[in-house]
């Protein structure tokens, strides 16, 4: 064993391997769930596959073959637990040279740790679905579960999720309590994904053990080694009880968020570090005191990033890092003639691509901030390489890109000046349903069935991640789809949040058709108009448009099969960003009332479904608002 001790806590990893099989802190002897095998308490892992296979890739928990100290003095111990590979290894082990590193410090309550991973050039071909670290706490300790200020509450033990105490619902992880330990907590429905967050969301999160009075907290400084941006979610903590430091994985994403490495491609990436928190109070005081002080703790981390004690050379630190500033206007002539202020838009770093590719990227680093009331902005400690610098902006569609490439390098401080987004446009707002957010939260989330309730999330702003909604869409419309009358109808009660199947007879299930009914007082005969149609999530799904004519054998539109998100199944209100520009000639439009046609024809499974972030009818284009210099 390797014993890591500050006085405060002791941590107890296995030698050579780099398990943590011990955590001693608070007055209890192991933090860790003794009652599991040692490899299965506190470790990274991974799941891997070669990019020619199917299936769901190998599950590795990873295993040092070799123990070296790194740094060892008077303030702190960096220890390093690597495993090596060679072509003896191939098809055993997935082809990386992997360190992972852990670090204690004086006076630290808690650790951190943090992973290299390689890949030489001219190695195997091979993909990476998921990579985190997962730690497993005593599940006799603790019960008390906190991932935000308004998501936490005592949680069912893992007992519970197995038969007889536990019913398994439409997927494993979906578990109906029976008769759960605790009673209070039975008829309630448990899932890990319930508790997801969005990249951007995800601060202190962990377990409360009440007696003593002891907090485990996973805390992640900074996003810019996870990947898919700002929006990606990722698991947190769940039943179990585990918390994760999730970096990589297809979750609300698919197969676009597995990095892939082909034709011997060289890559290097540094996971972490991330702080396991520790903190304790006097027994009897409310729980919410520990939680506030993991939140001033996740504080004190991102201010502290990049940290300067990190002894890896694959780790750079403030010196060798450098900054991108610059002030964000949006500018829509059919909205302002001036350009507008792109007020608490998302501005980023991430590998050159695409408009919006930054979404699926999935190898390099990224970069994110907000832009300020003013639209200002500044992205710091940045690692040298080459970016584009992407941007998206609440209340308008599309995505914004950078023309030039931008090299980071040491110690440089970039300033862009003004930069002007302009989001796709060609004519005049006709109507609108929705909100520009890259989300469906604004429209109609029902209620729950009554025998499927996780009551954590009963009148709450994330009702959405309530078991079973998409049944709710039978339960409200079993016979006639949903019809939406702009101008009469709103959409925050009238468009149900997902355009899911029907549940038929037999364990079938069909398309749906909703149609969109508007009026036109007249009908220009010299222009074309636009349909906009933003997405905010697609699983497994194709969206089919027809205008004026519901039986038309071709669709004047369809996306083709799209998404592998699954964001439905995982109580998301959001997955991949899809937007699509539909031409309808003038043709196709008549004085008076009009009806588009929206089609989700693949029925195979209740998960088939799209979930609308926006959709907006254009008129022809015409005059626009004159240009006022600023």
Same mark, same amino acid.
């Given at each position: ?118 890949? +030489? ?156 928190? +520790? ?37 750079? %630190? ?52 907000? %832009? ?34 931008? %090299? ?170 899809? +937007? ?51």
């Amino acid at each position: 064993m390797v014993v890591l001790d500050n006085g405060i806590l002791q941590v107890t990893l296995s030698n050579p391997e780099g398990i943590v099989t011990g955590i001693q802190y608070g007055g209890i002897d192991n933090l860790l769930e003794i009652l599991n095998e040692e490899d299965n308490r506190g470790y990274w892992d991974l799941v891997w596959g070669d990019p020619g296979s199917s299936g769901r890739g190998t599950f590795d928990v990873i295993k040092g073959t070799k123990f070296c100290v790194v740094v060892e003095n008077d303030d702190q111990v960096e220890v390093s637990f690597t495993r090596a590979w060679d072509p003896s290894l191939k098809g055993n082990f997935v082809p990386l040279n992997i360190d992972k590193r852990f670090i204690l410090l004086r006076g630290c309550s808690g650790f951190y740790t943090y992973a290299i991973y390689e890949h +030489l050039e001219g190695w195997p071909d091979f993909y990476l679905s998921e990579t985190r670290v997962a730690f497993k706490l005593r599940k006799d300790k603790f019960q008390y579960m906190a991932i935000a200020d308004n998501r936490q509450r005592i949680m069912p033990m893992p007992d519970d999720r197995l038969p007889p105490r536990g019913q398994k619902l439409a997927y494993p992880e979906a578990v109906l309590l029976v008769n759960p330990i605790n009673p209070d907590l039975k008829g309630e429905v448990d899932d890990k994904y319930q508790y997801s967050c969005d990249n951007k969301d995800i601060g202190a999160h962990g377990w409360i053990c009440t007696d003593p009075l002891v907090g485990f907290w996973e805390i992640t400084p900074t996003n810019e080694f996870r990947t898919g941006g700002p929006l990606k979610q990722n698991l947190t903590s769940h039943v179990g009880p585990t918390t994760l430091a999730m970096f990589q994985s297809g979750h609300y994403a698919g197969d676009d968020l597995v990095p892939k490495f082909r034709n011997g491609e060289p890559w290097k990436k540094v996971f972490g570090p991330v702080f396991i928190y +520790l903190n304790s109070a006097l027994t009897g005081l409310d729980c919410s005191v520990l939680w506030e002080d993991a939140k001033e703790q996740m504080m004190t981390e991102v201010q502290s990033w990049p940290y300067s004690f990190p002894a890896s050379m694959d780790y750079p %630190t403030e010196e060798e890092r450098g900054s991108v500033s610059g002030r964000l206007l949006v500018r829509d002539r059919f909205v302002s003639g001036d350009d507008l202020i792109a007020n608490c838009a998302y501005v980023g770093l991430a590998l050159p691509g695409d408009a919006g590719s930054w979404q699926r990227e999935c190898k390099g680093y990224q970069f994110w901030t907000k %832009t300020d009331f003013e639209g200002c902005f500044t992205i710091t400690s940045v690692r040298i390489g080459d970016y584009n610098l992407y941007a998206w902006v609440y209340g308008f569609i599309g995505d914004y890109k950078y023309d030039a490439k931008i %090299t980071i390098s040491s110690g440089c401080d970039i300033d862009l000046g003004e930069i002007v987004f302009e989001p796709p446009r060609d004519g005049p707002t006709l109507w609108e349903i929705g909100i520009p957010d890259r989300s469906a939260a604004e429209f109609y989330v029902p209620d729950p069935n009554p025998k499927y309730v996780n009551k954590l999330y009963v009148d709450h702003p994330d009702r959405f991640r309530q078991y079973g909604l998409w049944e709710r869409y039978g339960d409200l419309y079993p016979n006639e789809d949903l019809v939406y009358t702009v101008g009469a109808s709103d959409y925050r009660k009238d468009w149900f949040f997902a355009q899911v199947t029907r549940k038929g007879e037999n364990g079938t299930y069909q398309a749906t058709t909703w149609q969109i009914k508007f009026n036109l007082d007249s009908v220009n005969k010299d222009g074309t108009y636009k349909l906009r149609v933003a997405l905010a999530s697609a699983a497994i799904a194709e969206l089919q448009v027809r205008f004026n004519d519901p039986k038309a054998n071709r669709p004047h539109f369809t996306t083709g099969r799209i998404g592998m998100d699954n964001a439905i199944a995982r109580h998301g209100i959001h997955g991949l960003y899809w +937007l699509y520009s539909i031409d309808i000639p003038n043709t196709q439009l008549v004085v008076g009332v009009n009806t588009i046609f929206l089609t989700q024809p693949r029925c195979t499974s209740p998960f088939q479904a799209i979930l609308y972030d926006y959709i907006r009818l254009e008129g022809p284009p015409s005059e626009v608002l004159p240009h006022h210099s600023q």
